[in-house]
């Protein structure tokens, strides 16, 4: 079965700083790798994805991720920190191409950014 | 905006009741998902509907059940309501059957208090 592990529920950075969020997934396919974001009160909006190709890929924001198979993650990196960065981030799978591609997420991790 | 719309944005009600959960998804979208979040469960996925016809299924009680109809519009069912099913409840929808590498786009969802 496939999931998705986030390790830290919660993150602090100075504005400015590097972002990292680490994610790690386990399926036994080649997984289809997601990011989102959750800002208060809201729902869910894509940061970036990973399908086929390029292991580094870019999303919105700045944001980046690198998928490495060998390491089975997919950790989120953000260069420089912004206050408006602070929200929940989730990372998700989606491999079950006979379930509908349904997304199973980590359990999130809440960004928090110091002035 | 994701373009998918949900309502009521918040809904309380007692123990015992039923309610419903309303989605509507981006124009052209076939596909809609539940998902519920929780504090101690995360994000899960319910349910799946693909063109009004049940796609894929996950971690839904039997006292939940949805539909999606001609227009596509989709209702998520709770019945017999307990303490543990207040939550807020997503809905996203995605062009595609499978989904799988294509981004989900996810509502506002619904919070639902069960008092």
């Known amino acids: 079965a496939q999931s998705v592990t986030q390790l830290g529920s919660h993150v602090s950075v100075s504005e400015g700083a590097l972002v990292l969020l680490r994610c790690n997934y386990s399926?036994?396919?080649?997984?289809?790798l997601f990011w989102y974001v959750q800002y208060p009160n809201q729902g869910l909006q894509l940061l970036l994805k990973?399908?086929?190709?390029?292991?580094l890929v870019k999303g919105i924001n700045g944001f980046e991720a690198e998928f490495k198979k060998s390491e089975t993650s997919f950790h989120l990196t953000k260069p420089s920190a912004h206050m408006s960065d602070a929200a929940e981030y989730f990372c998700?799978?989606?491999?079950?191409?006979?379930?509908?591609?349904?997304?199973?997420f980590g359990q999130g991790t809440e960004l928090s950014v110091k002035p | 905006d994701s373009g998918v719309t949900q309502t009521p944005k918040h809904l309380i009600t007692a123990t015992g009741q039923r309610v419903t959960l309303r989605c509507s998804p981006r124009?052209?979208?076939?596909?809609v998902y539940w998902y519920q979040q929780s504090l101690d469960q995360g994000l899960q996925f319910l349910i799946q509907?693909?063109?009004?016809?049940?796609?894929a299924k996950g971690n839904i009680l039997e006292r939940f059940s949805a539909q999606q109809f001609p227009d596509l519009h989709s209702e998520l069912n709770l019945s017999s309501l307990e303490l543990g099913d207040s939550a807020l409840y997503f809905c996203?929808?995605?062009?595609?059957?499978?989904?799988?590498?294509?981004?989900?786009?996810f509502g506002p969802g619904t919070r639902l208090t069960v008092l």
């Open positions: 996203a929808s995605s062009p595609s059957r499978l989904a799988v590498g294509n981004e989900q786009f």
């Open positions: 399926s036994s396919v080649p997984p289809y």
């Open positions: 990973y399908t086929t190709g390029a292991t």
């Open positions: 998700a799978v989606s491999v079950d191409y006979n379930q509908g591609g349904k997304l199973i």
């Open positions: 124009s052209g979208d076939l596909s």
């Open positions: 509907y693909y063109n009004g016809e049940e796609r």
